[in-house]
DNA sequence: ACCTGAACACCGTTCAAGT
DNA sequence: ACCTGAACACCGTTCAAGT
């Protein structure tokens, strides 16, 4: 965490300097709003100071989105680590930290999936980062199967079905396109209790009338 | 689809004219990439003429948005009404035209959900619009459990559920998060169908043996 | 090597003015 | 009533110049 070099610049490290004022800003009011100008500001510098660190300001956010990418996939592998019940477990897990994770970072989460990433291609690393996140729910689906208890099948294609319905849920919640504040008390968690049943039920390998 | 006055100005209905070059523009490159002097350019007008009509450039944002959920819930209405195989096939159907409404309009659905809106409360009858949407799944979902073939519990939550997976779905290849160009022939459809599976499972109350 | 400041071509929005 | 054009305060980005 120190400067790669000399203190011959302002910060020990702008390039860090620019991520923390970022992600504060884009954390408070979504990437749409903020400036790179104003992020300049905020982390001290002049607003062309950036161009030194990142082609152009899709390229800081794209920064922005790998890290938290990583940050949810780490999330994710220490649920699963900790989770003693089975892939099955694991998996209603993920799902709970998945939508948990929306709710504390709506702004990240517009930022990893919405558009303001234009060109998501031109972000090699950033590709990788999202694709780490379908590997680990891929990888949890597998161990379902070899253990019996997930229905067979591509597992690339049922990790994709659970990555969508949680995704989907998480998505209309911070987009509020469901009720948030101003319904039933814990609506939102009985909606993704329900949705976690579902994702049970559909994927499950036994009969209905076996499970709990 | 007459002007309501005269011919003292330009176009007969500035309004449907902006609407109509703003859809076209939008549809192409997405409403982020998209001015609104240059919607004014492509209507033939001046760069504030559309202030006339719309309080800012979100208010004509928001119009479209409203258009397009109007469209995808007629959509939804019309094929329920003409899927005869009950609740279970009807919801299914529906899916499938979410997801395939989803493709066919990406940069809609973005519209729709992503948050290039800000102030979605700031738009009544947007809310309106979105709602209605929710509202016919939830139908639907009724319907199923009054037939017996859905499982019993909130139907608004498993409403919600079934929302989630195909919207999850959706926005995943709206977002190109899920390989899409490039993926073996047939990798979207597979996963749709593999998507339907899962929710036709997670949300049936006939035991597993039974069905299909 | 790293940062600044002026400059450029754009934005959204306002407002007085024209018909 | 409807539209225009100048003006304002912003953008992202480039580039010559400073240390």
Redesign the interface.
Known sequence: MQAKRGRSYHHGDLKQALRDAALELIRER?A??VSLREISQAAGVSHTAAYRHYADKQALLADLAEEAFRTLDRIHRRTIESTAGGPADQLAACGRDYVRFAIDNPHLL?LM????I?D??AHPSLVLA?QGL?TTLETVVRAGQAAGVF?A??PR??A?????????????IV????PHRGAPRGYVE??TE??I????????A????RRR
């Open positions: 979504g749409e709003s517009s999936f919405g558009n303001v234009i998501w291609h999202g379908a229905r099948g591509d294609e049922l994709l079905a659970a990555w969508s319905l949680v995704h989907g849920l998480s998505s209309l987009g509020r396109r469901v009985r909606g329900t949705c049943k579902l994702l049970m039920g559909g994927i499950s036994l009969p209905k009338q």
